[in-house]
């Protein structure tokens, strides 16, 4: 059975992996197998993401707008026509 | 008792308002799901934040670290800065805010009017550019005291010790607390409050998704989360865009006649997300969530108005 593909958007940041583009397909049925996917068609893009096999501290990822690390993170689990988003950590709102 | 001797006084115990209209219809003999808005604007300047600068300030006062006359330093897109601004000129303090640039013009205004002095930071770096430039501003002034409510213990302790023990007595059923995440002070306070009452309620977060503007030269490595923050207090994280805060804030405004700020908009949504999940798994809940500010501040901006379109905020910081 084909994997799932899902949509992944990308912060300006890392366009310069993506040929400038602003959301891009991947494949798998877990965030980490989907990051491994677009480091195989973007390379060097899974080193911006990951630190020692774990998220980085700074990028937070969404799969339908929930964050993965209350998801089980990496082992977060995706199905076909989930979207996916990168982001930067900002100091939030109301401030 | 609605009585008070001051205005500071009359800070908190705000209603916690039941909205039976926006709550999801189940059939009858269904387990019920309710929403239940806790109207923060009704705090002596018209937001939570109140519930912060008070705290801090009579923290800083009580450690000696503020002495008549001083000077108050803070990085702030408004809220903070407004209840600041009060309180430092009803106590005699200045206050200078460190702002982004890209916000709306009420602010400012508010600000001014209580004699606060603005340092504007760019709006390309958003919000962590205005803590980045306020923490080398606190460098400059050593005489200034800089309250830093991303790291100041006392911001999360007043929702400890106010927001979360006033959502409890007024609703200790309550199932679920959602809030929006800033500095996130609201929600490790009142989450852990709430938390340590009944372990089995839901702390889950809304952090408005801002336009690319706001993030589009981010360095990733230069990001940044509040000192305050503690993943572990909360359940569930959500992101959510202008688009759907505004499209919520009208539904408020519309169905339950709750004139609200764009922020809330984000936390409603996030709310409303999980009352349809409820509804699905067959779950009765009471959710709680926090109504930040009215929407007077924003009306500048447009998005009240019936053509009013979430595209106006792109590049703003709206929440």
Known sequence: MALPTVEVRIPTILRPYTNNEKVVSADGESLSEVITSLNTNFPGIGDRLLENGELRRFINIYINDEDVRFMGSLAAALKTGDSVTILPAVAGGRM | ?319
């Not at chain 2, 006359?69 to 408004?78: C, K, N, Q, R, V």
């Not at chain 2, 890209?102 to 958003?126: C, D, H, Y």
């Not at chain 2, 929600?187 to 801002?210: D, Q, S, T």
Request: glycine share 10%; proline share 5%.
């Open chain 2, 1 to 319: 008792m609605t009585r008070y001797e001051s205005l500071e006084a009359s800070l908190g115990h705000t209603p916690l308002i039941g909205l039976p209209k926006l709550s999801p219809k189940t059939t009858e003999g269904a387990p019920r799901v309710r929403l239940w808005a806790k109207l923060e604007d009704r705090n002596p300047t018209g937001s939570i934040k109140d519930r912060t600068a008070i705290a801090m300030i009579d923290d800083a006062e009580k450690t000696g670290k503020l002495k008549p006359g001083a000077t108050i330093l803070e990085p702030t897109s408004g809220n903070t800065g407004i209840s600041l601004a009060m309180i430092a000129k009803v106590r005699g303090y200045k206050l200078v805010c460190v702002m982004p640039e890209n916000t709306s013009v009420e602010r400012r205004q508010l600000l001014e009017m209580w004699g606060a002095k603005i340092i504007f930071s760019p709006a390309a770096g958003g919000s962590n550019e205005a803590v980045r430039l306020a923490k080398e501003i606190a460098v400059e002034n050593p005489d200034w005291v800089f309250l830093y409510q991303y790291g100041n213990p006392a911001n999360t302790l007043a929702h400890y010790q106010t927001t979360g023990p006033e959502i409890w007595e007024d609703l200790p059923e309550i199932t679920h607390f959602v809030a929006g995440l800033g500095t996130t002070g609201t929600l490790m306070g009142a989450g852990k409050f709430l938390r340590e009452k009944n372990p089995e309620i839901a702390v889950i977060a809304a952090e408005p998704r801002y336009g690319e503007v706001v993030y589009g030269l981010r360095n990733l490595d230069a990001g940044f989360v509040p000192e305050l923050y503690d993943a572990s207090i909360l359940t569930r994280r959500f992101s959510v865009g202008a688009q759907d805060s505004v499209k919520r804030v009208k539904e408020l405004l519309e169905v339950e006649g709750i004139f609200a700020g764009i922020s809330t908009g984000a936390i409603l949504h996030a709310a409303i997300g999980i009352a349809n999940e409820c509804i699905a798994a067959g779950a009765s809940a009471h959710i709680v969530f926090i109504v930040c500010d009215a929407g007077w501040k924003y009306l500048s901006t447009g998005i009240y108005s019936n053509d009013g379109d979430a595209d106006v905020l792109e590049g703003q910081l709206w929440a």
